[in-house]
T-cell receptor
Framework: AQSVTQPDIHITVSEGASLELRCNYS??????LFWYVQSPGQGLQLLLK??????LVQGIKGFEAEFKRSQSSFNLRKPSVHWSDAAEYFC???????????FGTGTKLQVIP | GAGVSQSPRYKVAKRGQDVALRCDPI?????LFWYQQALGQGPEFLTY????????KSGLPSDRFFAERPEGSVSTLKIQRTQQEDSAVYLC???????????FGPGTRLTVT
């Protein structure tokens, strides 16, 4: 069965500081991996996705993620956080975006001045 | 074009009432998904349609939950005899054939009192 673990429930960073959100997955085959962001009262917005190829994936809003098969990880990074990045971030895994996707429990990001 | 829309955005139901939640996917998207997101949790898969065919309903928590998409476009998630544990945000997503990502609506927040 596929599963996702996001070990950090809540993270606080200062504006301008770098960010890394952790994600570990369990999946029996080559996974499709996703990072979504959810602002209060909003739906989920796709930040980036990984299917194959280059293990460093660039997304929207200056985010990137690195797929490490040996560690079953897909951590999300941003070199300099903006106050508008405060939101909840979800990592997800699945056989493809057109099939059901399993989400982690999310990491809530707080940005302080 | 327009994104995924859901109605109502908020619904308060008394325990035992039936509710119907509507999802309008992006035009031309053949795949449609329903997810349930409890407070403080990630979205959990409920069911999936490809056109009008319900291909996977393994996530529906009980036989009180029923989903349909009769013409392969708009979908309705119906919950009969609502219980307090049904309180959650219900998210709808759609995907184009061959596209490995899902586009989410803003969700319907259901509160059962």
């Amino acid at each position: 069965a596929q599963s996702v673990t996001q070990p950090d429930i809540h993270i606080t960073v200062s504006e301008g500081a770098s960010l890394e959100l952790r994600c570990n997955y369990s999946y029996g085959a080559t996974p499709y991996l996703f990072w979504y962001v959810q602002s209060p009262g909003q739906g989920l917005q796709l930040l980036l996705k990984y299917f194959s190829g280059d293990t460093l994936v660039q997304g929207i809003k200056g985010f990137e993620a690195e797929f490490k098969r040996s560690q079953s990880s897909f951590n999300l990074r941003k070199p300099s956080v903006h106050w508008s990045d405060a939101a909840e971030y979800f990592c997800a895994v699945g056989p493809g975006g057109y099939q059901k996707v399993t989400f982690g429990t999310g990491t809530k990001l707080q940005v302080i001045p | 074009g327009a994104g995924v829309s859901q109605s109502p955005r908020y619904k308060v139901a008394k325990r035992g009432q039936d509710v119907a939640l509507r999802c309008d996917p992006i035009s031309g998207h053949v795949s449609l998904f329903w997810y349930q997101q409890a407070l403080g949790q990630g979205p959990e898969f409920l069911t999936y349609f490809q056109n009008e065919a319900q291909l996977d309903k393994s996530g529906l928590p009980s036989d009180r939950f029923f989903a349909e998409r009769p013409e392969g476009s708009v979908s309705t998630l119906k919950i009969q005899r609502t219980q307090q544990e049904d309180s959650a945000v219900y998210l709808c997503a759609s995907s184009r054939e061959g596209l490995n990502e899902q586009y989410f609506g803003p969700g319907t927040r259901l509160t059962v009192t």
